[in-house]
């Protein structure tokens, strides 16, 4: 009977697509989830159904701003589901954030599914998709993070808008008095969870398979899935996972802070710059007003409103929990980019070896001597990219390390590595720069390159990203990148002497080269 019922949602979802044909127009995919119909779009090919701005939790407005998620409410007759849900409250923090949405708006937590339309029948695996920005900025309807190329691979794709900023993160005393159990914060990734959940139970409506779930995030998306799998809350959902550029688990980027301490900083900020002390009091404030109240750039404010091990979400720190065996033991694929955090033109001028020797001095002291071997500087030259390097590794690489060697110790399933190595080409905005920098990899992943206006794409651009998208949906489906006629990607483990996929023009796994480097910051930072 079970096979039954999946079979009959297949064929509601089937017959939809053929449905609601408007007079000399293609037909309007129609899917009933758990709290109503909605009406999508197809694609210029007519072969992905489009769900766009789908509420999957109650608006977190008036008395629910600052509070868990809310199932949301059940609507009748047709939604409509062809257009983006308002991004989330957020200041203007990032240049290359481009929206295609209506606007800012607290109402903000909806999702978007893209659907082949050609399925057959065939339960799809799904991939949902965690936008970055730092818990401060970012929404789905960027274009290069659109999910229509990728579900051209044969899978389902799915994003969620999350609050971000103070109003996904604001901890305080009295908002923990109004939670169970006694907790605040992380409002943020509460939503995340929701959305999960949301498509856990709704997804089979549209073609998908609910037991075949990877969540998949970049920056702090990357961080997300790194917490997602910790959470219990949320760890029993995917069955893989990938994260690119970030995890929680070492030192890093976004350094989580303890309950008490968000608590403390919530609570001068709500005094000091709100002038409100009672959740009434802050809830009482239109949103865009506090907004204006905020720093406009974060980096030297001291404000970090940002994920929390709060007791609830996170019972305790991610490397603890990954540490005993707590996590989503599931497979994983992370990994970084070649240049996440280079220093600027102007800040390389004039860098020199006794630059890099007296920060060695500073940062690692009585270790000064060991780190200059690992990041050597004998000449200007050899100290330029050495700085860059730690500036990476301190920024996200040595983070997302840890995330690997915690689940490959303790996570028993494989484990796949890789390095974002394709520096883009010259552009129109900054031609003097060259490398793979931070969030380059997107377009790659999405095969949404020609999103990116005034570069040069060539055609090793446009190969890389049809390979990436195939290993990343073949994860997807199985838990293993590899298939018929692509590079070999080995596991990610001792016995396979620690091999690192390289994504460049070709791709070629190695071992890692770099590995008594990431050994060293552990033996300083991990104590």
């Known amino acids: 009977m079970k096979h039954l019922a999946l079979s009959l949602v297949f064929l509601s979802f089937a017959f939809a697509l053929m449905s609601a044909t408007p007079a000399g127009g293609q037909a309007e995919p129609v899917v009933k989830t758990g709290s109503g119909a909605v009406r999508g779009k197809l694609s210029e090919d007519g072969k992905i159904a489009e769900f766009l701005g789908i509420p999957y939790a109650v608006p977190p407005v008036g008395s629910l701003r600052w509070k868990a998620p809310q199932p949301v409410a059940a609507w009748t007759g047709v939604r409509d589901a062809t257009s983006f849900g308002a991004r989330c409250m957020q200041l203007p923090l990032y240049s290359d954030m481009v929206f295609r949405d209506a606007g800012m708006s607290e109402d903000c937590l909806t999702l978007n599914i893209w659907v082949p339309t050609g399925s057959g029948g065939t339960k799809l695996p799904v991939m949902v998709w965690v936008y970055g920005g730092g818990f401060q900025a970012g929404g789905t309807s960027e274009p290069r993070q659109d999910g229509e190329n990728l579900a051209h691979k044969g899978v389902i794709v799915v994003s969620m808008n999350y609050r971000l900023g103070v109003f996904g993160f604001l901890a305080t005393h009295a908002l923990a008095k109004e939670f169970h159990p006694h907790s605040s914060g992380n409002y943020g990734l509460l939503d995340q969870s929701a959305a999960l959940r949301w498509v856990q139970k709704n997804i089979a409506a549209f073609g998908g398979d609910p037991h075949n779930i990877t969540i998949f995030g970049e920056s702090a998306g990357s961080f997300s899935v790194n917490m997602l799998m910790a959470s219990p809350l949320s760890r029993d959902i995917p069955a893989h996972a990938i994260g690119e550029s970030g995890a929680a688990n070492g030192k890093s980027s976004l350094p989580l802070l303890t309950l008490a301490m968000a608590e403390h900083q919530g609570e001068q900020f709500a005094k000091n710059v709100l002038h409100a002390t009672t959740p009434a009091e802050l809830r009482a404030i239109p949103a865009e007003e506090i907004l204006k109240k905020l720093p406009q750039d974060f980096a030297p404010s001291g404000l970090h409103f940002t994920p929390i091990v709060d007791g609830y979400f996170l019972p305790k720190s991610?490397?603890?929990?990954?540490?005993?065996?707590?996590?989503?033991?599931?497979?994983?694929?992370?990994?970084?980019?070649?240049?996440?955090?280079?220093?600027?033109?102007?800040?390389?001028?004039?860098?020199?070896?006794?630059?890099?020797?007296?920060?060695?001095?500073?940062?690692?002291?009585?270790?000064?001597?060991?780190?200059?071997?690992?990041?050597?500087?004998?000449?200007?030259?050899?100290?330029?990219?050495?700085?860059?390097?730690?500036?990476?590794?301190?920024?996200?690489?040595?983070?997302?390390?840890?995330?690997?060697?915690?689940?490959?110790?303790?996570?028993?399933?494989?484990?796949?590595?890789?390095?974002?190595?394709?520096?883009?080409?010259?552009?129109?905005?900054?031609?003097?720069?060259?490398?793979?920098?931070?969030?380059?990899?997107?377009?790659?992943?999405?095969?949404?390159?020609?999103?990116?206006?005034?570069?040069?794409?060539?055609?090793?651009?446009?190969?890389?990203?049809?390979?990436?998208?195939?290993?990343?949906?073949?994860?997807?489906?199985?838990?293993?990148?590899?298939?018929?006629?692509?590079?070999?990607?080995?596991?990610?483990?001792?016995?396979?002497?620690?091999?690192?996929?390289?994504?460049?023009?070709?791709?070629?796994?190695?071992?890692?080269?770099?590995?008594?480097?990431?050994?060293?910051?552990?033996?300083?930072?991990?104590?």
């Open 318 to 527: 991610v490397a603890a929990i990954y540490a005993a065996g707590e996590q989503a033991r599931i497979p994983l694929l992370a990994g970084w980019n070649r240049n996440e955090n280079d220093m600027s033109p102007d800040e390389a001028r004039g860098f020199t070896a006794e630059k890099l020797q007296t920060l060695a001095a500073q940062r690692f002291g009585a270790n000064a001597v060991e780190f200059l071997k690992l990041y050597p500087a004998v000449n200007d030259a050899e100290a330029l990219q050495s700085a860059n390097d730690l500036s990476g590794d301190t920024f996200i690489a040595y983070g997302t390390w840890s995330w690997l060697e915690a689940q490959v110790r303790t996570g028993d399933a494989p484990v796949y590595r890789y390095r974002f190595d394709l520096a883009v080409p010259s552009n129109s905005v900054s031609p003097q720069v060259h490398g793979a920098y931070h969030s380059d990899e997107i377009e790659y992943v999405f095969g949404t390159l020609d999103s990116r206006k005034g570069f040069a794409w060539r055609p090793e651009d446009y190969q890389l990203s049809e390979l990436m998208q195939t290993y990343w949906t073949n994860f997807a489906r199985t838990g293993d990148p590899n298939g018929s006629g692509l590079p070999t990607w080995p596991t990610y483990s001792p016995k396979d002497n620690w091999q690192v996929m390289h994504l460049s023009h070709p791709a070629a796994a190695a071992p890692d080269q770099w590995r008594d480097r990431y050994l060293f910051l552990q033996s300083v930072w991990g104590k």
